[in-house]
């Protein structure tokens, strides 16, 4: 079975619409929608009337937290993420968790970075590739992309591997940490669209966020070396 899941805050202008194109996209496999949500409006009513599983998460953990519960909340052989917003293809679910249920791979990270997106500024894609390049040079990982919304994780990867859920910028753990264990990570190139909504976004603590999770993976993975 595949897995979709996604963390929600005041989505009502999109979640509709990425609902549909998930299930346009897996017309056929088994899946669920999983959706961890913070909302203030009608995210959630609009979610589950759709479908979707929603397990609310009121008042507001952080974005750490959310991500961390959905994914344990997941109950498929692959679990696919991404973000609810429309920025997201979700016509490429069924190709992310086909590698990984083929076995080809533990974990598909969906680069948005190939080329600078035109729904991208200028200042993200520079930060973005800030924080590839540092996750290089000081853990090792190469990618172009450590903090994409859209992945897919094996059922055994997410069981494995233990992360911090507290503060922003989970998703760098996500890759860096299951490589650093000899899981095997796959990148892929894929579009990515105007966001639908406003952004819950906040630039300065998630820049922080990352440089720490990388420091402190660095340093871990040294002393344990």
């Known amino acids: ?32 929608i999983v959706i961890v949500d913070s909302s203030k409006d009608s995210t959630p009513e609009i979610a589950e009337r759709m479908g979707a ?5 009121f008042p507001p953990r952080g974005y750490g937290n959310a991500m961390a519960r959905v994914l344990k909340e997941c109950h498929g052989d692959v679990t696919v993420t991404l973000d609810c917003d429309g920025t997201y293809p979700a016509a490429e679910i069924p190709n992310l968790a086909d590698m990984v249920l083929s076995g080809e791979c533990d974990l598909v990270n969906a680069s948005r970075l190939e080329k600078r997106p035109a729904a991208m500024p200028w ?12 996750g290089w040079l000081l853990v090792g990982v190469k990618s172009t992309d450590l903090h994409s919304g859209m992945r897919a994780y094996s059922r055994q990867l997410i069981e494995r591997v233990k ?4 503060g922003p910028a989970l998703p760098v753990d996500l890759l860096l940490k299951p490589a650093l264990m000899g899981f095997r990570i796959k990148e892929v190139f894929i579009p990515y ?14 820049t922080m966020w990352t ?4 420091f402190r993976l660095a340093f871990t993975h040294t002393v344990s070396e």
């Open 1 to 32: 079975m595949i897995s979709v899941a996604m963390i929600t805050m005041n989505e009502e202008q999109a979640v509709a619409r990425v609902i549909e194109d998930i299930h346009a996209a897996l017309v056929g496999p088994e899946h669920e």
């Open 53 to 57: 599983r929603v397990i609310r998460q």
């Open 123 to 134: 200042a993200n894609y520079v930060a973005n590739w800030v924080f590839a390049v540092t």
């Open 163 to 166: 992360v911090d859920p507290n």
């Open 193 to 206: 669209g105007q966001r639908i909504g406003e952004t819950t976004l906040h630039r300065w603590a998630s």
């Open 211 to 214: 440089f720490r999770r990388i």
